[in-house]
């Protein structure tokens, strides 16, 4: 069966522009999950969702960072007046209730 | 609060010999524990985990780790490494979900594996 998918794979944006990144979660899974992963510092966990809530949203760097998760299915990241700083692989991960989380291939996203 | 550890940013080893790759971690509960696997230009894939039951876990291509609760230890291994084994490997700590129903991993900061021919 198909994997977690994200989209697009690679964005280049300006500074202060904004972005939406995409994750399609595997069919049935209700947990979904995103990451940062910065050049040597690691995968950094932004917000989860279970179901279309959001009950941990402790990640979040900044304002400027906010998710959604609509139908129980896709979600979008959306940073809003993009910063260097915000330069990183987004990745997103999706689990069923038996604790294993199943990683798209991520988005590359570079602010220039 | 949970963390993890992993020693070494870079490891080398010759082609047919020991993988090793430490990771410690923290944790105020019973963890559950996570080895996943980076190949460049890609997601993440897990190579084990151990939730409950047998410490002794094995996983794919050849690699097992063991949870050691006294030494707050999940080490991973492999007998001979291969050129194909060269990629960034990831330790996770996650609580389990319960009923709060967060699995909610913390990684560590990896480490980048080199296999020499």
């Known amino acids: 069966g198909a994997g977690v998918s994200q989209s697009p794979s690679n964005k280049v944006t300006e500074k202060g522009k904004d972005v939406e990144l995409r994750c399609d979660p595997i069919?049935?899974?209700?947990?979904l999950y995103w990451y940062r992963q910065s050049l040597g510092q690691g995968l950094e966990f932004l917000i989860y969702?279970?179901?279309?809530?959001?009950?941990?949203k402790s990640g979040l760097p900044s304002d400027r960072f906010s998710a959604e998760r609509t139908g129980g299915s896709v979600s979008t990241l959306t940073i809003q007046r993009t910063q260097q700083e915000d330069s990183a692989v987004y990745l997103c991960?999706?689990?069923?209730?038996?604790?294993?989380?199943?990683f798209g291939p991520g988005t590359r996203l570079t602010v220039l | 609060a949970q963390s993890v550890t992993q020693l070494g940013s870079h490891v080398s080893v010759s082609e047919g010999a020991l993988v090793l790759l430490r990771c410690n971690y923290s944790?105020?509960?019973?963890?559950?524990l996570f080895w996943y696997v980076q190949y460049p230009n890609q997601g993440l894939q897990l190579l084990l985990k151990?939730?409950?039951?047998?410490?002794l876990v094995k996983g794919i291509n050849g690699f097992e780790a063991e949870f050691k609760k006294s030494e707050t230890s999940f080490h991973l291994t492999k007998p001979s490494a291969h050129m194909s084994d060269a990629a960034e490997y990831f330790c996770?700590?996650?609580?389990?979900?319960?009923?709060?129903?967060?699995?909610?991993?913390?990684f560590g900061t990896g480490t980048r594996l080199k296999v020499l021919a």
């Open positions: 991960a999706s689990s069923s209730w038996v604790n294993e989380q199943f």
């Open positions: 069919s049935g899974h209700t947990a």
């Open positions: 969702f279970q179901g279309n809530s959001a009950p941990d």
């Open positions: 944790s105020s509960v019973p963890p559950y």
């Open positions: 151990y939730t409950t039951g047998a410490t």
């Open positions: 996770a700590v996650s609580k389990g979900g319960g009923t709060s129903g967060t699995y909610k991993y913390i």
